[in-house]
Structures are given as structure tokens and as C-alpha cells.
């Protein structure tokens, strides 16, 4: 151990000398007086506050546009999916029509506000924030520029993600606190909006999705309500503020005299190393790793990192997971974490003792992974009755089952027991299909509750951006989604969400779940890290992860689903239609359509190609884990709308000219020799000649494939 000045750099991936890593140290706990916009900003950028249990105490809760079919997991609809234009009650005031959102007595804040839209000039309806009762608004304006615009705050407090997505399709965050001492009311106006069916349903042309958390603090707590003047007022606190928070934890650095432990080592499979950190009361103040393998994916997650403070285990993750880039060596630079596609990341979080502290680096993989410029920065600390230990956790649900409306399930991201803050979670997870993995919703249940207390709108909406966007973005200081290639295709997405003045308080009690809600039945590798702070005696009750660390990471859908093919009882090998991957298509749609008809489909549906304009192709694929020679029976759909096309299979003519049109509605079947290969098989189809139909429409519909 060495106490000395030091600089690292952090900014040029390919330098590994030690340079200016070190984050900067914002003095300054948040006022223990009032509650105001200045004293919530400054607990924001503060991280040692974040290490102490708040004080004053509060309660952190949600709004949300969830489905109120969502009533009790027993009960039926606990998956229902139609999580918008949920408000509150429709209200008349000065001839207006508005939509309440957010209805909540004080003293409180608003810390968190995520929005989206869908319909024809969605979002331009006008949003209003009542204080305290008052008949004129404190805030009023288009949602967008509210909460991802210059009304209030400017990024990052105001901002809308990705900016690589087309705007209307976007997220809108606004993370500026909004407190009120007596009352708060939010509400929304649109003509788009259907008073009898604000779901749009029927009648309306707009959904809106939204999320809104606030803090309840205790009855007299005194608090400086939000006002125009009062922004104004605090105008400099915002300033430094937004620059703070933008910089991220790439960003921050200060010189100071810090204590340098060297985690520097090379493990060989199955091998750790433990580092002793000098006596407390301490702290560390942050964490800097350069992780080098051969197979670099596999060691980011095999590579398990464990911390302990004053004798208690509180932190056991995959290193790739603690950083929040799951097992791919990403760019991302949050408030927390921060890392270079060098292999360099490092992490902010304060993470107290009060005596001792024991950091172990654990080899669970079968390769030797080397640890290069590898730091623990390590600060004095005054230990009090509010310090928290630091506390992270992991699982893979691996292979596990997912689907939508009754094939849907709440997975667990965290069940802790004692005193303390829950400050944030990332999820990898590796999609198997071309259909969006995450409509579920966020459970969260505080001390005890039958009816989490946080409930929302989808996954996507939970880590800040909408519409299972695949477009990456990384320099938020809360949200970030450093990969979403898994979004729409058999591959990997990563989202994560680090929380500021929405962290939730519990007092006995805080679980976590997720809901793992899949357009299409399959199987996804989904690993969800947790993160918070318990005072000591606190503990976690996730099961051991270590089996879970030593699987083969996926890098390809043949790794969770080798083969698609099922067997039935005459030994032959089938795929349902609508169970194929759909890779490509030059025009139209193809989607699984349900057959309510009594109709000889197969499972109750098809794979339905619609609306095909003239030489329109596509590409479908299953998997098999077999290869040879097959007599292969397409069982497929007829009708007066249906065209002519041809049918390959791994690039070779198996149906030539292939006509489907008929005048009814009905099924025909075709026969070919094929070969299988083991591996992904692809299934081209072309149209050739178009229906006749006097609407122009042209589809293809396929139920199942038959291989004997």
C-alpha cells in the first residue's frame, strides 16, 4: 500500500500507464434543513451522500400509465400488457379537458420523469405541473419541451435518448427534482386523447406511456417549493450541476491525497487473489481494472469480483457486469462507470468501512485473464451511524423460457434483507429471435408490500429510452444502453440504470422483479446486476452464481437454441411456421398470424408474408442439430389474395413457380428432397407472379415444414 498523489489517464484506451483516473470529490452533503432545488442537486452530484442512509428519511414511489388489469400476481391479467393513457380521472377546468398523470400531497419531490408517445402529433399536447394547490400552473407546455427540451433544464437533466433515434420514437428523461411543500398535480391536455377510451383503442389517435417517481418525505419537513423564481434563483447550483453530471465518471478528476492498492495480477483457471485494503474508517473511492484475455467475452464474465467490508460479503459479480457492459468490451461513461474498448474501466461508487475491507479477484474460467493498470483508490472516511455498506449482486436465468401474456414471468434482481437504498441495476441479455424481448414491467415491492410500489411500462421504458430501440447511447449520467443489437435480432443487448435522487429507501425489506415478457416463445440468456447500500447486517438472499459465471457465454443463437426442429410421435422432425426467423424481407411484413377459423393450421397460426410488392423476396432460418437427407413436406396457405412464388432452401430450388392462389381460403401442401446441415438453415422465398385479387393484395402464408 502506497499513499501518494496520483494521476492516471483515462480518456486514451491504448495508454496503460497510470494517468488521471481519479474522480472528483464534490464537498458537500445535501442541506439537512430544507428541502430545496438546490439542496436535491447537490445530494445528486454528491457520492458520498449516496453512501449514507438519507436523512431527512423518505419514501420513493411511483406513478405510471400501467395496466390496471395488473391487480395481484394470483390473479388474472397480472401480465396485462396495455401499459398506456392510464391517468388517474379526466378534470374540467377553465373549459379544458385534463388528463391527470401525478396526484400527491407533500412535502415531496418529483425526481424522475420519463415520458413517450405514440399517434399522429403525439406529444404536442400541453402538459401542466400544479404546486401546492395553486389555480395557475408552475409549469406549462408541450411534453417534449418539458421534459427533453429548455422549459425547465437542459440536458442532462432535460434529455431525450437515443439521439441516433428519429425523435418521436425516443425516450424523454428529465431528472431535475421538482419539490413541493403541500401538493403536487400533473396533468396532460389533448384533443387526441378519448375520454371514454384514453387507452386509444377506440376513438383516440395518441397513447401515452409514462413513469414518474417522487420522494415523500415526513410530515414537516420543510421544503422550498418549485417556482419559476426560485429556478432562477438557484441558477448557479444548476450550472455546475448539469456540468458535473455531464462530464460523467470519465470525466471528473481531481488531485488529491488518496491511498493506491495495486490489483495488478494474472489468474490462472480457477485461481484468485485477495488484497487487504488498509484499516478504517475508509472508504474506496473508486475502482480502475484492465481486463486482457484471449477471450475477452468469456473472461468478462467468468472473472468474478468480490468485496468484503467489516467481515461481511456484500459484493459478488462478473467483472463485465459490475462496470455495466455485460461480456462485451463496450465504451460507456455514466455518473458511476466508465469504460474504454481497451479493456480499461472503472467504477465511483463510494463504498465505506468501519474496519477492514477485503477485495478478492476470482478466476472461474478455463483460460488465464491478466489483470494490467488494475487500482483500488481508497480515501479517509468518518464512519457514522448513516454509513452504508456497498452491495452488488448477479444472476443469469439461463435458457430460460420467455413469452408474451400467460408464457410471461417475473424474474428477480434483488431480495435484500435489513436497512437500506436500492441505487440501481444493468441486464444483459441475448435475444434468440427477431421480435422485441421486453415488454415487461418492473416490480418493486418495499418493506413488505402485497402491491409494488413501482410498477411500469415496459423494460425499455424502466432503463429510460421506448420503442425497443436498437441505437446505442452512453453519456448519460443515470441511463445507457452501450449495445442494443439484440433489440430486433438474435444477439446481445445491454441496458442499464443507475439511480440519483430516485434511489428507493427501505427499512426491513426491498425486492426487485422483472418481468420477462417476449413477443415471440423461446429461450433468451437473461442476467440481470444489482446495486445497493444496507447499513451493516444487511444481506442479500440471491442464490449462488458461481455455476452461472462458468457458462459459455453466447455469442451466436446456436448457443442457447441449437436446434428449432421438433420430433413428433412418428419420429419425424417439424418447425411451425410461425417459429421461423424472419432475417430479411425486400417488402410487406412477416409476422406469426393467429387462425381463429376451424381451419387445419396447425398450432393455430401461420407465418403470414403480407403485402408484397412485385419481386419481393425474404429470407427465413431455423436451426438443426442434425444434418442429411430429407423428404420435406411444406404444409401452406391458400387463397385469392395468395401469389406464385419460389422456394429455397440453403440456396438450392426446392418449389419452382409455386401457386397459391386459389378462390377460397384453405391449405395445400408441397413435397421436395432436401438437405439439412447442421447449423442455421435458410429458407428463401420469391415472389413471381402476384394475385389477382381486385384490391392489389398480395400475401404468403406457411404452417408448418415436415422433414421425414
Not at 465511483?348 to 491478466?370: D, F, S
Not at 455498506?389 to 439461463?398: P, V
Not at 414471468?409 to 444493468?426: H, I, M, P, W
Not at 421438433?566 to 410461425?578: H, N, S, T, V, Y
Request: with cysteine.
Amino acid at each position: 500500500m502506497v499513499r501518494a498523489r496520483f494521476f492516471f489517464p483515462i480518456m486514451k484506451p491504448k495508454i496503460l500507464l497510470l494517468a488521471p483516473l481519479l474522480f472528483a470529490i464534490f464537498a458537500g452533503a445535501a442541506n439537512a434543513g430544507t428541502i430545496t432545488i438546490k439542496s436535491l442537486l447537490d445530494e445528486m452530484t454528491d457520492r458520498d451522500e449516496r453512501a449514507r442512509f438519507p436523512e431527512p428519511a423518505f419514501t420513493c414511489a411511483q406513478f405510471s400509465s400501467y395496466d390496471r388489469a395488473s391487480v395481484a400476481p394470483d390473479k388474472p391479467g397480472w401480465f396485462a400488457n396495455s401499459d398506456r393513457s392510464m391517468f388517474l380521472r379526466v378534470e374540467r377546468n377553465n373549459g379544458r379537458r385534463e388528463f391527470v398523470m401525478f396526484d400527491a400531497g407533500g412535502p415531496g419531490a418529483i425526481v424522475r420523469f420519463w415520458m413517450t408517445f405514440a399517434g399522429k402529433d403525439c406529444g404536442r399536447g400541453t402538459m401542466r405541473i400544479y404546486i401546492d394547490g395553486d389555480d395557475a400552473p408552475a409549469v406549462e407546455g408541450a411534453a417534449f419541451d418539458i421534459l427533453s427540451g429548455s422549459i425547465i433544464a437542459g440536458p442532462p437533466l432535460a434529455a431525450s435518448v437515443s439521439e441516433e433515434t428519429p425523435y418521436e420514437r425516443r425516450g424523454h428523461n428529465l431528472y431535475f427534482p421538482i419539490p413541493y411543500a403541500r401538493h403536487c398535480k400533473i396533468t396532460y391536455e389533448s384533443e387526441r386523447l378519448s375520454e371514454d377510451d384514453p387507452g386509444a383503442k377506440k376513438g383516440g389517435t395518441e397513447r401515452v406511456y409514462y413513469n414518474i417517481n417522487y420522494r415523500s418525505y415526513p410530515a414537516g419537513t420543510p421544503v422550498e417549493s418549485f417556482s419559476k423564481s426560485v429556478v432562477q434563483r438557484h441558477a448557479g447550483a444548476i450550472a455546475n450541476a448539469q456540468a458535473q453530471l455531464a462530464s460523467g465518471a470519465a470525466g471528473l478528476t481531481i488531485n488529491i491525497d488518496g491511498y493506491i492498492t495495486n490489483l495488478a495480477t494474472s489468474l490462472e483457471p480457477g485461481a484468485s487473489r485477495d488484497v487487504t485494503l488498509r484499516g478504517g474508517p475508509a472508504a474506496i473511492d473508486c475502482i480502475a481494472l484492465h481486463l486482457g484475455a484471449e477471450n475477452q467475452e468469456q473472461a468478462l464474465r467468468s472473472t468474478i469480483l468480490e468485496i468484503a467490508f467489516d467481515g461481511e460479503q456484500t459484493v459478488r459479480v462478473p467483472i463485465g457486469d459490475f462496470f455495466g457492459i455485460g461480456y462485451k468490451q463496450l465504451r460507456t461513461n455514466t455518473y458511476y462507470t466508465a469504460t474504454e474498448k481497451s479493456g480499461f474501466m472503472r467504477a465511483a461508487w463510494i463504498m465505506p468501512y468501519e474496519k477492514t475491507c477485503t477485495i478478492t479477484l476470482r478466476n472461474l474460467g478455463a483460460q488465464t485473464v491478466h489483470m494490467g493498470t488494475s487500482v483500488v483508490i481508497i480515501k479517509d472516511w468518518k464512519w457514522d451511524a448513516r454509513s452504508m455498506h456497498f452491495g452488488a449482486g448477479w444472476r443469469q436465468y439461463t435458457k430460460v423460457l420467455a413469452g408474451p401474456h400467460d408464457k410471461a414471468v417475473d424474474l428477480n434482481y434483488a431480495e435484500l434483507r435489513g436497512k437500506g437504498v436500492y441505487v440501481g441495476d444493468n441486464l444483459a441479455i441475448f435475444n434468440t429471435t427477431y421480435r422485441w424481448w421486453g415488454e415487461g414491467d418492473e416490480k418493486v415491492y418495499v418493506d413488505g408490500e402485497k402491491f409494488p410500489s413501482h410498477i411500469g411500462t415496459g423494460t425499455e421504458d424502466y432503463y429510460g429510452y421506448a420503442w425497443c430501440r436498437p441505437e446505442g447511447f452512453t453519456g448519460h449520467p443515470f441511463i445507457a444502453q452501450p449495445l442494443g443489437e439484440g433489440n430486433f435480432a438474435p444477439k446481445l443487448s445491454v441496458n442499464t440504470r443507475y439511480r440519483g435522487l430516485d434511489a428507493i429507501p427501505f427499512d426491513k425489506s426491498l425486492r426487485f422483479d422483472m418481468e420477462l415478457w417476449h413477443w415471440s416463445p423461446t429461450r433468451v440468456n437473461y442476467a440481470p446486476a444489482a446495486f445497493w447500500y444496507m447499513l451493516p447486517g444487511g444481506r442479500s438472499l440471491a442464490p449462488d452464481n458461481t455455476a452461472d459465471a462458468r457458462e459459455p457465454v453466447a455469442l451466436d443463437r446456436s448457443d442457447i437454441i441449437p436446434s428449432d426442429l421438433q420430433g413428433d410421435k412418428a419420429g419425424a422432425l417439424f418447425i411451425e411456421g410461425e417459429d421461423l426467423l424472419v432475417e430479411k424481407t425486400t417488402s410487406g411484413k412477416a409476422a406469426a398470424q393467429s387462425i381463429k377459423r376451424p381451419m387445419p393450421w396447425s398450432g393455430g397460426a401461420q407465418l403470414w408474408w403480407r403485402d408484397l410488392k412485385p419481386e419481393a423476396r425474404a429470407t427465413f432460418a431455423f436451426y438443426s442439430d442434425v444434418s442429411g437427407r430429407f423428404d420435406m413436406t411444406a404444409f401452406l396457405t391458400t387463397a385469392n389474395d395468395y401469389g406464385t412464388f419460389d422456394v429455397r432452401l440453403n440456396g438450392k430450388i426446392v418449389f419452382k413457380n409455386l401457386n397459391l392462389n386459389t378462390p377460397e381460403l384453405y391449405t395445400t401442401t408441397a413435397q421436395a428432397g432436401v438437405e439439412l446441415v447442421k447449423g442455421k438453415n435458410t429458407l428463401e422465398v420469391e415472389l413471381v407472379a402476384p394475385s389477382k385479387h381486385p384490391g392489389g393484395k398480395t400475401h404468403f402464408g406457411l404452417d408448418r415444414l415436415l422433414f421425414k
